[in-house]
C-alpha cells in the first residue's frame, strides 16, 4: 500500500514565524503535490512537483514556496505566516508511470496561525 | 477550465437507505475521475477510481458511475449506516492536467 505521511498533524504557529510542512511517501512516485482546505473554498493546489528540484505553481502560490531534494520527500514553506493562512494542509503523490492509479493522499496538517 | 460540482452539499439519511451522490465536470476531456472520503479533521480515503474508458466500478457496498459523454458521476452506497458519515469529494483529473480538480463535497449524515 501506498502510504503518504505529514510530519504534524497539528501545528500552531505566531504571525511572522517561518513554517515548514513536510511529507514523505514511500512508492517512490514522480509527482507530488501541496493542498489546502478551507470551509466553502473546497482543495486547491498550492504547488506540485513532477520530479525531484522540479516545481509548478498552483492556483494558489502566494505565501508559499517549497523544496524537493529527494524524490520522496516535498515540502511546503510559509516563509512568514500570516493568520490567513490557517488551514488545513494536504500532500498527496501520483506515479507517473501508473497514471491509473490516482492520487495517494496524507492525514493532513491543521495549521493554526495566532 | 475545469469545473467540478456536487449536489447536493448536504445530505441526511436514516440508516438502511440507498442513496446516490451526483457529481458533473464541465470538460469531457478527462483522464480519470476519483471518489474519495473525508473524516472530520482527517486526510482523504480513495474509495474509487474510474478510467475514462469505463462506465462503472464497484467495492463493496458502494458502485461509481460514469458518463463522460455527459459529464456526470454518481457514487451509489447501498443499505446505509452510520459509520458511512463522511464527506464525500469527487476529483477529475484531466487529460492535459497535472493535478486532481475536486467539488466541494457532499456531506453525508446517517443517523441509527
Known amino acids: 500500500d501506498v502510504k503518504v505521511t505529514q510530519s504534524s498533524r497539528y501545528l500552531v504557529k505566531r504571525t511572522g514565524e517561518k513554517v515548514f510542512l513536510e511529507c514523505v511517501q514511500d512508492?517512490?512516485?514522480?509527482?507530488m503535490f501541496w493542498y489546502r482546505q478551507d470551509p466553502g473554498l473546497g482543495l486547491r493546489l498550492i504547488y506540485f512537483?513532477?520530479?525531484?528540484?522540479?516545481?509548478e505553481k498552483g492556483d494558489i502560490p502566494e505565501g508559499y514556496s517549497v523544496s524537493r531534494e529527494k524524490k520522496e520527500r516535498f515540502s511546503l514553506i510559509l516563509e512568514s505566516a500570516s493568520t490567513n493562512q490557517t488551514s488545513m494542509y494536504l500532500c498527496?503523490?501520483?506515479?507517473?508511470?501508473?497514471?491509473?492509479?490516482?492520487?495517494?493522499f496524507g492525514p493532513g496538517t491543521r495549521l493554526t496561525v495566532l | 477550465k475545469q469545473e467540478v460540482t456536487q449536489i447536493p452539499a448536504a445530505l441526511s439519511v436514516p440508516e438502511g437507505e440507498n442513496l446516490v451522490l451526483n457529481c458533473s465536470f464541465t470538460?469531457?476531456?478527462?483522464?480519470?475521475l476519483q471518489w474519495f472520503r473525508q473524516d472530520p479533521g482527517k486526510g482523504l480515503t480513495s474509495l474509487l477510481l474510474?478510467?475514462?474508458?469505463?462506465r462503472e466500478q464497484t467495492s463493496g457496498r458502494l458502485n461509481a458511475s460514469l458518463d463522460k459523454s455527459s459529464g456526470r458521476s454518481t457514487l451509489y452506497i447501498a443499505a446505509s449506516q452510520p459509520g458511512d458519515s463522511a464527506t464525500y469529494l469527487c476529483?477529475?483529473?484531466?487529460?492535459?492536467?497535472?493535478?486532481?480538480?475536486f467539488g466541494k463535497g457532499t456531506t453525508l449524515s446517517v443517523s441509527s
Open positions: 498527496a503523490s501520483r506515479g507517473l508511470k501508473d497514471r491509473r492509479s490516482g492520487e495517494f
Open positions: 512508492m517512490d512516485h514522480e509527482n
Open positions: 512537483s513532477y520530479d525531484v528540484k522540479m516545481k
Open positions: 470538460d469531457s476531456a478527462i483522464y480519470n
Open positions: 474510474i478510467q475514462s474508458s469505463q
Open positions: 476529483a477529475v483529473f484531466n487529460q492535459a492536467g497535472t493535478a486532481l480538480i
